[in-house]
């Protein structure tokens, strides 16, 4: 598929256990970005990736959170030290240079017991 | 990025037309207007955007007030597959993040 794909899909763990999640956007795009979101709420910004560097990080909630793009394509998102405040969807989107017009993926249910 | 207001729910029967509003009363000269939607159990879609004019594709028609204060967002003849949430997003075009508020769930019906 030609389409942002994210791995994966649910992922159930423990309290205080590290979990990673994968996005492979959409080939040829250069930004990247990941949102989480809670039942009943819009989709909130975590970071936003132009290339391999994080343009603007300033929506991860605290230091347990980390992402990566080491060759400016696939990303992982890092939660370490999970709390049950961290269940959400975590949703990939990429575009091309930036623009506003973003492609989301299906997103990763992340739920934490 | 300027606070849209939009209504919680709305519900259209299939085969009309659903009219979506949004108010952005505080939007910039720079800010375009974006309307993304989110199905059920998926990521969110883009659907149209626009600075003053008045846009139209294969999805949906944009109607911006001429003091830019509002739009409507137009599915001219909806289906059951346009029940979803609504988003109106004020944004520079070449920003960082789009915000997303609550939007408008719509639910069409037969």
């Known amino acids: 598929g030609a389409g942002v794909s994210q791995t994966p899909s649910n992922k159930v763990t423990e309290k205080g256990k590290y979990v990673e999640l994968r996005c492979d956007p959409i080939s040829g795009h250069t930004a990247l970005y990941w949102y989480r979101q809670s039942l009943g709420q819009g989709p909130e910004f975590l970071i936003y990736?132009?290339?391999?560097?994080?343009?603007?990080d300033s929506g991860l909630p605290n230091d347990r959170f980390f992402a990566v793009r080491p060759e400016g394509s696939v990303s992982t998102l890092k939660i370490q030290r999970t709390e049950r405040g961290d269940s959400a969807v975590y949703l990939c989107a990429s575009s091309p240079s930036g623009r506003n017009t973003i492609y989301f993926g299906e997103g990763s249910w992340l739920t934490v017991v | 990025d300027a606070k849209t207001t939009q209504p919680p729910s709305m519900d259209c029967a299939e085969g009309r037309a659903a009219n979506l509003p949004c108010n952005h009363s505080t939007i910039s000269g720079n800010e375009y207007v974006y309307w993304y939607r989110q199905i059920h159990s998926q990521g969110p879609q883009y659907i149209i955007h626009g600075l003053k004019n008045n846009e139209t594709n294969e999805m949906a028609s944009l109607i911006i007030t001429e003091d830019r204060k509002s739009s409507t967002l137009i599915l001219p003849h909806a289906t059951l597959r346009d029940t979803a949430v609504y988003y109106c997003?004020?944004?520079?075009?070449?920003?960082?993040?789009?915000?997303f508020g609550t939007g408008t769930r719509l639910q069409v019906f037969p």
């Open positions: 990736f132009q290339g391999t560097g994080a343009a603007d």
């Open positions: 997003i004020v944004s520079p075009y070449n920003t960082d993040k789009l915000i």
